[in-house]
């Protein structure tokens, strides 16, 4: 298939392809919020000053087949710097499918375009989905580098709604949202459901950052609503609320929001984004109970899965761990060029790996997986 490449310097320029993008997108059956135009569209304009964004685009007569926003910067690791490539939306983007259908051909020239464009040491690739198409074009692109670096970012849990989802969980689950209800109703706390839009989105947001403020989330620095990332969050939850995407179920003490969930609805599966609550509440247990309002709404609304957009790769303590009917894999692909730098780096990053593994009594090559190209 003969392919057409063209490259753009922004989401709101005038030549490029919203709606062909959004087309696209609608093709991968993989897609997520964060392939979203609003949701990218918000993280190019809180780029930092020393990165810029580069857009490539595969064209197959007039219909899109690749739309790649690439955003380009220098780091430091070994006592060297040099240029690396990150998608755009790194690092609050919780995870992607690759918006490609290229076939191998076109993903060689594909890869061909950013060597030539984007002279760089290494192309990484964060919280990719393990779908078919997106390991294939990974796989192809893999074999095209200097070395190559598979690295298992997390397990992130999910519920199959089904009519399951309204009968009770397992017995202790049963019993701590029991309690937790019961506490609930002693001091008069209720649970809301919110489905914001342009309109309402702006107070909404105002509450669920003042309860991250307080929490420990807020105390540490680490929230969404903390700067600089704040903005960011306000832009793109505000652009995504006004497509109707945004989902927040949230208890209430005396009119004021004391817990949160924060979600995004794409294609019937609620990604559970992010969530705080008051210190003072901790004994609520409110993030299981919201959880559990998060099923059922979702089993009244029609929804098919409850997903934690992400969670830590080790340790960690998400409540959709105690309800999961699976895992969904996510991958960060590195990819090093042929110039010096980057077979310089590959060589490096294995060997750091290697030692890694040996101290840690791993067998090379378990969960972070890696190869030199042939």
């Given amino acids: 298939m003969d392919y057409r490449f063209q490259w753009c310097d922004s989401l709101s320029a005038p030549d490029f392809p919203t709606q062909a993008y959004t087309q696209l997108c609608n093709r991968l059956t993989h897609a997520t919020p964060f392939n979203h135009p609003a949701w990218l569209l918000a993280a190019e304009h809180h780029l930092q000053p020393d990165q810029s964004l580069h857009i490539l685009l595969g064209w197959s007569g007039d219909q899109l087949h ?13 006592g060297l710097t040099w240029r690396t490539l990150r998608h755009l ?3 609050l983007t919780d995870r992607l499918a690759l918006p490609c259908l290229l076939d191998r051909q076109g993903l060689t020239q594909a890869l061909e375009a950013i060597r030539q464009r984007l002279p760089h040491t290494v192309l990484q690739l964060n919280e990719f989905t393990t779908d078919a198409n997106t390991l294939r074009c990974m796989e192809h692109w893999a074999s095209l580098s200097s070395n190559h670096h598979r690295h298992l970012s997390c397990r992130a849990p999910y519920h199959r709604l089904g009519a399951e989802a309204v009968q009770e969980p397992h017995r202790n ?4 949202l029991r309690k937790a209800r019961r506490r609930c109703e002693q001091i008069g706390v209720v649970i809301r459901r919110v489905t914001p839009d342009a309109a309402t989105i702006g107070e909404v947001l105002d509450s669920l950052a003042a309860v991250e403020e307080r929490s420990w989330k807020g105390q540490e620095e680490v929230g969404i609503f903390c700067e600089p990332r704040g903005r960011w969050m306000r832009e793109a939850f505000g652009a995504l609320a006004a497509q109707g995407l945004v989902r927040v179920v949230m208890l209430e003490h005396e009119g004021r929001c004391i817990s949160y969930r924060l ?7 609620l990604y559970d984004y992010n969530l705080a609550f008051l210190p003072e509440y901790a004994d609520l247990s409110g993030g299981r109970l919201l959880l559990d309002e998060w099923i059922q709404w979702g089993f009244e609304e029609g929804w098919r899965w409850i997903d934690a957009s992400r969670v830590s790769r080790s340790g960690s303590t998400h409540q959709l761990h105690e309800r999961m009917s699976g895992q969904v894999e996510h991958l960060r692909w590195s990819f090093y060029s042929w110039r010096p730098s980057g077979v310089l780096m590959g ?3 294995r060997a750091w790996e290697w030692r890694k593994q040996r101290r840690n009594g791993e067998e090379p090559g378990g969960e972070a997986l890696q190869g030199a190209s042939q």
Avoid: M
């Avoid at 690749?66 to 070994?78: G, I, K, M, N, Q």
């Avoid at 979600?263 to 599966?269: K, M, N, T, V």
């Fill in 66 to 78: 690749l739309c790649l926003p690439l955003v380009t910067f220098r780091e430091s690791r070994f």
């Fill in 89 to 91: 939306g790194y690092p």
């Fill in 173 to 176: 689950v049963r019993y701590k």
């Fill in 263 to 269: 979600g995004l609805l794409e294609r019937g599966r």
């Fill in 347 to 349: 060589l490096a990053h």
